[in-house]
């Protein structure tokens, strides 16, 4: 069982997010994606994902199992882009990293590779970050517009009921696996775990994602309170077969390679200096360095100097490449 116990400073802090965040919706789509049993609503999804699976993907199924734990540096705090978000799980504490293998350690045995992420040596982190980048853009990415709808849906209903019916009523409401009773929220879980906000608010996430009715939330209580839900999804709103017209559709990575793909997306939304697109796409210092200047040269980023670093940003017409429509001209 777990229990969320609020003071009256928490109601006041409850946060609704209008907006997926990618890193909970691919940890929540792994449990997904190793479940056995079949879904009306996932299953074909799942069935077509498992074809689509790389050996570079292989780290973030190792970390995320068929039932238990995940470590907690997969969903940092914080939110924005998917660049934005790996941005920050590259930058997680070694400290982190030791904590939640510590954990991970008592439940289940672990890949000899861990040991390198758990000492948090930089390569293991990139090789993580990178499985990252390419489960989202093969698995998810095909399927964001319907993700992000029905996230937004799901805060406008919430947003709605407690403006009516007050905060009472969107904390019933939030599974059936859930029973609210003031001041402690218990939902059935895999552990007994209680998370004592005492006054720091709580995030609610929505997950598309979600692992049946029962939200989840973080291993390290002492980290900022999230709890992540499912949204209730109608069959064929994630369908199998938008994935495979949008890849036959979508050369980029034929076009680009991997590598300079990822670098394109990583500023997709927002500037960056070199060692911050390496960090991003997953890739060495002078790697990335070198591909950005490819780059530039056909016009996709631009890039200046500031102080002592080089600043990039993504173009109109690398802007148009990604979103696979025509530049306007001027």
């Known amino acids: 069982m777990l229990r969320i116990h609020f003071t009256l400073a928490d109601l006041a802090g409850i ?26 609503v996932l299953g074909g999804w799942r069935s077509q994902t498992r074809q689509r699976l790389t050996p570079s993907t292989r780290p973030l199924l190792d970390l995320v199992p068929a039932s ?25 504490p070694r400290s982190r990293l030791t904590a939640d293998f ?10 000899s590779w861990t040991v390198d992420l758990a000492e948090g040596r930089p390569p293991a982190l990139r090789m993580v970050a990178h499985a990252l980048w390419e489960y989202f853009h093969a698995c998810l990415e095909p399927h964001w517009d319907a993700i992000a709808t029905a996230v937004r849906h799901d805060h406008t209903r919430r947003a709605q009921l407690m403006a009516d019916q007050g905060i009472d009523a969107v904390l019933s409401t939030l599974s059936p696996a859930a029973t609210w009773r003031f001041p402690v929220l218990s939902i059935d879980y895999l552990f007994d775990q209680d998370v ?21 939330t973080l291993i390290d209580p002492a980290l900022p309170p999230v709890l992540a839900y499912s949204v209730p999804l109608a069959p064929g709103v994630i369908t199998p077969a938008e994935p495979a017209r949008r890849r036959a559709a979508d050369p980029i990575v034929a076009l680009l390679g991997t590598t300079r793909t990822r670098i394109l997306r990583a500023l997709d939304t927002t500037e960056a200096t070199t060692t911050e697109l390496a960090r991003r796409a997953a890739t ?15 016009n996709l980023i631009t890039s200046h100097r500031h102080k002592n670093m080089m600043i990039h940003a993504i173009t109109p017409l690398g802007t148009a490449l990604l979103r696979g429509r025509q530049p306007r001209l001027n």
């Open 68 to 92: 238990g734990s995940s470590p907690d540096f997969l969903t940092p705090p914080g939110g924005g882009t998917l660049p934005e978000r790996i941005d920050a799980l590259l930058s997680t």
């Open 196 to 216: 004592r906000l005492d006054g720091r608010g709580l995030l609610l996430q929505p997950v598309v994602f979600g692992r049946g009715p029962n939200p989840t």
């Open 284 to 298: 060495p210092l002078p790697t990335a360095s070198r591909h950005a200047t490819a780059l530039r040269d056909a």
């Open 15 to 40: 946060r609704i997010a209008r907006r997926p965040d990618p890193l909970w919706e691919v940890l929540m789509s792994v449990y997904s994606l190793r479940k056995t049993r079949t879904e009306i």
């Open 102 to 111: 510590a954990h991970l350690a008592r439940e289940r045995p672990l890949p």
